[in-house]
């Protein structure tokens, strides 16, 4: 059994480890947090614990504390609606909320609950992104979520890892714990930085290696610091890498080796491509890849299966087929020799990395009093991804067509955050159904 | 109306039907786009309005993909990649 402590082991202690804007620990910095809570650590040892909403640098030093002492810790990221938190501390049996005031770990007690998990490794327990539904607790643990990762701390030297995804996701978690076996540092930004200030710190401390969304790599290459930037490594995941983005990466940091990465929370780590080109090849399907197995199930998603079947639903609810494998309800499409992603089974759209139901837009067009129809659907943009595209059929024909879309609009933005809100609206006479009478969808 | 008529026209549509507000005293060409008052989803969307008024989207026909940092980059790709342009 490995742990995150047993990690830093392997690392030369002068090496720098967590860098902010303001203030860089090394690794040994980091062993002597340790050591200064050897103590206090043993009150809440074998608890099951919560780290709920602190800053991405405390969740960092959090966990160097925590793994490999107590049972499990439930990563809550600061954007989890907090009606939740009761209805997940139950779920997993939180004994303390845990924070950090000037590197000493305090607690808050939640509740005194009998601990069933018997496991002597450290359970991590990530939320899924959600899309309309609540987000699930999946478990991990160290060793699930390391599988794949580098740990030659030689190599790892060389690396400046930039976190621009959240820490408290299975994104950024992978990102934090590549950086860390590898000895690398990891620059931090927090979740309210702004794009610029976001790159700032990433040139300050000589950023080479970052893993970002495709949507955020076009921002980047918007971005006027785009010339203080250069990558040795840029990886990209949380969605559909097009060839659009992985070309116009490759002509502008042409030495980088550039990686697009299939993994999820439910998933856990899946597999990456290295040739730059959208999609993956089709021999992954035939011959498998790394450890992992791919098939199409009936209707042409995905589905993956990892040698070790480590990561589950807290809930006890499977998230396997009787036969290991897990559906990721990513749709795929062979062309050639080549395994294309289509979109998602539920129909979510993907706006930027972040997933929009089509009938709860479709619902709020209907209540904002213009609309007697409506069929939301995705369109490909270069710049997102994705929009959110909507053809409506209005009560009355003769309004004002600019009127019509301006009290739509602002009744949508009312109702919906802005990625969900309809990028085009286009007025039909009528819309589409099937035979059964469902509005068509493609 | 010329192409750079159309697309400041255009971006000023998006930036209303948005609810954002210019960051800039004017859209000149040295402006940075994500600068400007439009966010990268404004952007997403001035280039779907686009593509419908134009019946073009230049960011699907690059050879070699390119990202504008200014708004003179963003016009002078759709002026480059117009294929009603005369050569």
């Known amino acids: ?5 047993k990690v830093l082991s392997n690392i030369p202690l002068d090496r ?3 860098m902010t804007d303001t203030i860089s620990l090394t690794y040994g910095d980091i062993q002597k947090v340790i050591e ?3 103590e206090i650590i043993k009150q809440i040892k074998s608890s099951n614990v919560v780290i709920n909403g602190r800053s991405r640098f405390e969740f960092a030093k959090l966990l160097f504390l925590l793994d490999g002492e107590v049972k499990s810790i439930l990563f809550l990221p600061q954007d989890i609606d907090a009606s939740l938190h009761d209805r997940y501390y139950e779920e ?17 007690f939640i509740n005194k609950i009998e601990n069933t998990n018997s496991s002597n490794e450290t359970i991590w327990i990530i939320p899924t992104s959600g899309t309309t539904n609540i987000p699930k607790l999946v478990a991990h643990t160290f060793n699930s979520l390391t ?8 190599i790892g030297k060389t690396f400046r890892w930039g976190l621009v995804f959240d820490i408290y996701r299975f994104s950024g978690i992978q990102v934090f714990l590549q950086a860390m076996l590898s000895g690398s540092a990891l620059i931090i930004s927090e979740a309210n930085a702004s794009m610029s200030e976001i790159l700032n710190n990433l040139t300050l401390h000589h950023c080479n290696a970052l893993s970002a969304t495709p949507s955020f790599w076009r921002k980047v290459l918007m971005s006027k610091e785009l010339n203080e930037l250069d990558f040795t490594i840029i990886t990209l995941g949380g969605e559909i890498a097009d060839e659009n983005i992985l070309q116009a990466l490759k002509v502008k940091f042409s030495h980088a080796k550039i990686l697009h990465i299939y993994a999820s929370t439910e998933a856990g780590v899946g597999f990456s491509v290295n040739d730059a080109h959208a999609g993956f090849p089709k021999h992954y399907l035939d011959n498998g890849i790394n450890g992992v197995s791919l098939k199409l199930s009936s209707t042409s998603t995905l589905m993956i299966k990892n040698e070790k079947q ?3 639903y807290l809930s006890g609810n499977s998230l396997y087929e009787d036969d290991g494998f897990i559906d990721t309800g990513d749709i795929v499409e062979i062309k050639g020799e080549r395994v294309y992603f289509l979109g998602r089974d539920s129909g979510a759209i993907n706006v930027g990395g972040n997933k929009v139901q089509p009938e709860e837009i479709e619902h709020v067009l209907l209540n904002s009093g213009y609309v007697h129809a409506a069929f939301v659907y995705p369109k490909k943009n270069p710049m997102m991804g994705n929009i959110v595209c909507a053809d ?9 067509a600019k009127i019509a879309k301006t009290g739509i609009l602002q009744y949508c933005r009312e109702k919906l955050e802005n990625f969900k809100v309809p990028g085009i609206i286009k007025f039909v006479a009528e819309l589409e159904t099937t035979q059964s009478g469902k509005l068509k969808r493609s | 109306m010329n192409i750079k008529e159309t697309i400041k026209e255009t971006y000023l549509e998006v930036l209303e039907q948005t609810g954002s507000e210019l960051l800039v005293p004017e859209l000149t060409d040295d402006v940075v786009l994500l600068e400007s008052g439009l966010d990268s989803l404004g952007f997403a969307i001035l280039v779907a309005t686009l593509e419908e008024k134009l019946e073009f989207d230049p960011f699907t026909m690059m050879d070699e993909p390119l990202y504008p940092t200014t708004f003179g980059e963003f016009v002078s790709i759709y002026e480059k990649m117009n294929p009603n342009n005369q050569i």
Do not use: W
């Open chain 1, 310 to 312: 480590a990561q589950k």
């Open chain 1, 92 to 108: 997993a049996q939180i004994n303390f909320e845990v924070y950090l005031e000037n590197d000493i770990i305090k607690y808050n």
């Open chain 1, 16 to 18: 720098n480890a967590l």
């Open chain 1, 392 to 400: 409506v059929v209005l009560y009355d024909e003769t309004t004002d």
């Open chain 1, 36 to 38: 200064k809570n050897s």
């Open chain 1, 147 to 154: 599988r794949t990762a580098k740990s030659d701390t030689d």
């Open chain 1, 1 to 5: 059994m490995n742990s995150l402590k």
